[in-house]
């Protein structure tokens, strides 16, 4: 699986952005899929994750309320849409795909990464 991010950019505080990360291959559908975000000089850190079906979301708490991940199976993407958004939110966002079962927040469960997305939340 190929997968690459998109929608990242320059926003003001209390703004939104939508990240779209389209996947390549047929087996998408199969595949649970994660949003994480990594700040200059911080760690790589979970954001969101969605079962295979959709079924199932998962947010970091820092995030709740205001992000909402979502997927068309048929389009092969899945989006992470970003309300309310703050300057804490500033991170490169990458896209991740694995398969199914466990916590799905950690990094090291992903199999497949995308190349990142910037986002830049201005004050």
């Known amino acids: 699986v190929q997968l690459q991010a998109s929608g990242g950019g320059l926003v003001q505080a209390g703004g939104s952005l939508r990240l779209s990360c389209a996947a390549s291959?047929?087996?998408?559908?199969?595949?649970?899929m994660g949003w994480f975000r990594q700040a200059p000089g911080k760690e790589r850190e979970f954001v969101s994750a969605?079962?295979?079906?959709?079924?199932?979301?998962y947010y970091a708490d820092s995030v709740k309320g205001r992000f909402t991940i979502s997927r068309h199976n048929a389009k092969n993407t899945v989006y992470l849409q970003m309300n309310s958004l703050k300057p804490e939110d500033t991170a490169v966002y990458y896209c991740?795909?694995?398969?199914?079962?466990?916590?799905?927040?950690?990094?090291?469960?992903?199999?497949?990464w995308g190349q990142g997305t910037l986002v830049t939340v201005s004050s």
């Open positions: 991740a795909a694995t398969g199914p079962g466990g916590s799905y927040h950690y990094s090291y469960e992903y199999d497949y």
């Open positions: 291959g047929r087996t998408f559908s199969t595949y649970a």
């Open positions: 969605i079962t295979w079906n959709g079924g199932k979301t």
